[in-house]
């Protein structure tokens, strides 16, 4: 069974850092491209960083340049999203993605398979 399981979230206060896990199973991450995705309540579905596997490039949203790194463990068949800094603003339902062959990196729906996600809080 394909599955995408997101860990990491929590309350956190501002200038604080997170680190968001996204464990695959049922299927090896190595060639796939992957994205964190977030949502905050009533704001669309916003790309937050990608990893393209076909160019092996990582690529940020402007929001979050300078803040936030992508990683990932292949042995561990894990992608990780490091976020420092964090604002208030940054307070979303964070999910990861994986897919291949896609015809954009930002687009959430475009990916094959994707997480049920992982609260992150930013507040005093």
């Known amino acids: 069974q394909v599955q995408l399981v997101e860990s990491g979230g929590g309350s956190v206060q501002p200038g604080g850092s997170l680190r968001l896990s996204c464990a695959a199973s049922g299927f090896t991450m190595d060639n796939y491209s992957i994205g964190w995705f977030r949502q905050a309540p009533g704001k669309d579905c916003e790309g937050v960083s990608c990893?393209?596997?076909?160019?092996?490039?990582?690529f940020y949203a402007d929001s979050v340049k300078g803040g936030f790194t992508i990683s990932r463990d292949n042995a561990k068949n894990t992608v990780y999203l490091q976020m420092n800094s964090l604002k208030p603003e940054d307070t979303a339902l964070y999910y990861c993605?994986?897919?291949?062959?896609?015809?954009?990196?930002?687009?959430?729906?475009?990916?094959?398979?994707r997480g049920q996600g992982t609260q992150v809080t930013v507040s005093s």
């Open positions: 993605a994986a897919g291949i062959r896609l015809v954009t990196l930002w687009v959430y729906n475009e990916y094959d398979y």
């Open positions: 990893f393209s596997g076909r160019v092996n490039k990582t």
